[in-house]
């Protein structure tokens, strides 16, 4: 399964100017609810506002990951927004959200689902992909930026060679609803620790 299995045209707002958090929030949850993912959108939304009580997925430059597991889901899907002007979204730097992505996954999704969304989470914490996502004009040039970025993955990925007698790290990653954070975190600790020149190994 592929992010393009999830994220559909109808459930992508371009130019989007919501006027706080929740006005967010709603307007991203009518957004999913159009593609047909949500059994009951109330409910659902419910567990987005449980989630964001337990700590803002406003992560920082600029990205927002509202997320949540629920029984209101009838199939794991997403949902994005480009908000230009962007907005308070409690985020962890201080400032304004300007890319949204926002999660559904039905209660005891498959790991299938999961790995999907995980795979959002590591395009976001690529150089310069949130930026590109920000300029597009229209749903399907976000559709077409993340199919050349799945055919990218699929390409045989460069191996540093392992430094003898240098430094390792052992990492554990963790979200509250087990989506989002931990994938973000794990792609950040094992971008930094290639920079470094130090061992990793992120378990999720």
């Known amino acids: 399964m592929k992010i393009t299995d999830l994220l559909k045209p109808q ?5 989007a100017a919501p006027t706080d958090k929740a006005d967010a929030i709603y307007t991203l949850g009518d957004s999913m609810d159009k593609s047909g993912n949500l059994s009951d959108k109330a ?16 992560l920082g430059d600029g990205i927002a990951t509202p997320h949540a597991k629920s029984t209101g889901v009838k199939k794991a ?3 994005a927004m480009v908000v230009p002007n962007g907005v308070d ?5 201080g400032q304004p959200s ?13 790991d299938t689902h999961l790995a999907a969304l995980a795979e959002l989470s590591q395009y976001l914490m690529k150089d310069g992909f949130a930026e590109k996502l920000r300029k597009v004009s229209s749903p399907d040039e976000v559709i077409a930026l993340f ?9 045989p990925a460069t191996v540093a060679p392992a430094i003898e007698g240098g430094d390792f790290l052992v990492a554990v990653t963790a979200c509250t609803t087990g989506i989002a954070h931990t994938y973000m975190a ?8 290639a920079e470094m020149g130090v061992g990793i190994k992120v378990e999720t």
Do not use: C, H, W
């Not at 979204?89 to 730097?93: K, N, S």
């Not at 999660?103 to 498959?110: C, D, K, L, M, R």
């Not at 199919?147 to 390409?155: F, G, L, N, P, V």
């Not at 794990?186 to 620790?193: G, H, P």
């Open 89 to 93: 979204f409690d985020a962890l730097d």
């Open 43 to 58: 409910e659902y939304l419910k567990a987005v506002f449980a989630r964001e009580e337990a700590g803002s997925t406003g």
């Open 147 to 155: 199919d050349q970025a799945s055919e990218k993955a699929t390409e």
């Open 186 to 193: 794990q792609e950040a600790l094992q971008k930094v620790a």
């Open 98 to 110: 300007r890319l949204f992505f926002m999660i559904a996954a039905p209660e005891g999704a498959n």
């Open 11 to 15: 459930s992508i707002l371009l130019n």
């Open 77 to 79: 899907g997403l949902a």
